[in-house]
T-cell receptor, first 115, second 111 residues
C-alpha cells in the first residue's frame, strides 16, 4: 500500500503485560514519529527517528516505553508492564524530509486498551 | 503538554454554511498545519502555512496566520456532511521537527 500502516489496529492487554506496536512507514521516508492520543485530546509527541537514529525521545512518559527502528524503515513501540493510563491510540507518522516543510503522513493508529 | 488551545471545542452547522475555527499557540514556530481526523481514523493533512505567510487557500479551505497574536484560523466554506470530523492545528519549532497539536475542534455538519 501507499500509506503508513500500523498493526495491530486494536490491542487489549491485561495490566502488567508487555505490548509491541508496529509501524510501516511510507517507503523511502526518512523521518518517523510516534504520538499518543488520549480520548478526546490532540496527539502528543512521544519520539522521533531520522533513519535508524532516535533523535528525540523526550515525549516518552516513562522508562517502560521503548521505541526502535533498527534498519531505518519499520519501527516498533514497546510498552512494558502496561498500566491503565497507557490506554490510548498510538499514532505513527512518517515524513520524506530531513528538513524543509514538515507534512507528516499518519497511519490509522493502534488503539490500546489496558484492563 | 498541548501547545495551545482551539476554539471552539465543538461546532455544529448546517450543510452549506461556513465553519470557522481558531487556534492559539504559545511559542515561536516554523510553520503551522491543520489536520482532519474522522472518528476512529488517522489524521489527514489539510494545509500548511509558513511562519512568514499570512493567508493560504486550498479548495474550500482558507487559513490565516497572525504570528504577532500567535493565532491561526481555519475557514471551511460551503460545508458538506463529509466535513464532519475533528480538526487539529499543529505547530513545529523547526523544519523536520516534531509536531505539537492543539486539543481540536469537533465539527458536525448536519445535512
Amino acid at each position: 500500500g501507499a500509506g503508513v500502516s500500523q498493526s495491530p489496529r486494536y490491542k487489549v492487554a491485561k495490566r502488567g503485560q508487555d505490548v509491541a506496536l508496529r509501524c510501516d512507514p511510507i517507503s523511502g521516508h526518512v523521518s518517523l514519529f510516534w504520538y499518543q492520543q488520549a480520548l478526546g485530546q490532540g496527539p502528543e509527541f512521544l519520539t522521533y527517528f531520522q533513519n535508524e537514529a532516535q533523535l528525540d525521545k523526550s515525549g516518552l512518559p516513562s522508562d517502560r516505553f521503548f521505541a526502535e527502528r533498527p534498519e531505518g524503515s519499520v519501527s516498533t513501540l514497546k510498552i512494558q508492564r502496561t498500566q491503565q493510563e497507557d490506554s490510548a491510540v498510538y499514532l505513527c507518522a512518517s515524513s520524506p524530509h530531513r528538513g524543509g516543510d514538515n507534512e507528516q503522513f499518519f497511519g490509522p493508529g493502534t488503539r490500546l486498551t489496558v484492563l | 503538554s498541548q501547545q495551545g488551545e482551539e476554539d471552539p471545542q465543538a461546532l455544529s452547522i448546517q450543510e452549506g454554511e461556513n465553519a470557522t475555527m481558531n487556534c492559539s499557540y504559545k511559542t515561536s514556530i516554523n510553520n503551522l498545519q491543520w489536520y482532519r481526523q474522522n472518528s476512529g481514523r488517522g489524521l489527514v493533512h489539510l494545509i500548511l502555512i509558513r511562519s512568514n505567510e499570512r493567508e493560504k487557500h486550498s479548495g474550500r479551505l482558507r487559513v490565516t496566520l497572525d504570528t504577532s497574536k500567535k493565532s491561526s484560523s481555519l475557514l471551511i466554506t460551503a460545508s458538506r456532511a463529509a466535513d464532519t470530523a475533528s480538526y487539529f492545528c499543529a505547530t513545529d519549532k523547526a523544519a523536520g521537527n516534531k509536531l505539537t497539536f492543539g486539543g481540536g475542534t469537533r465539527v458536525l455538519v448536519k445535512p
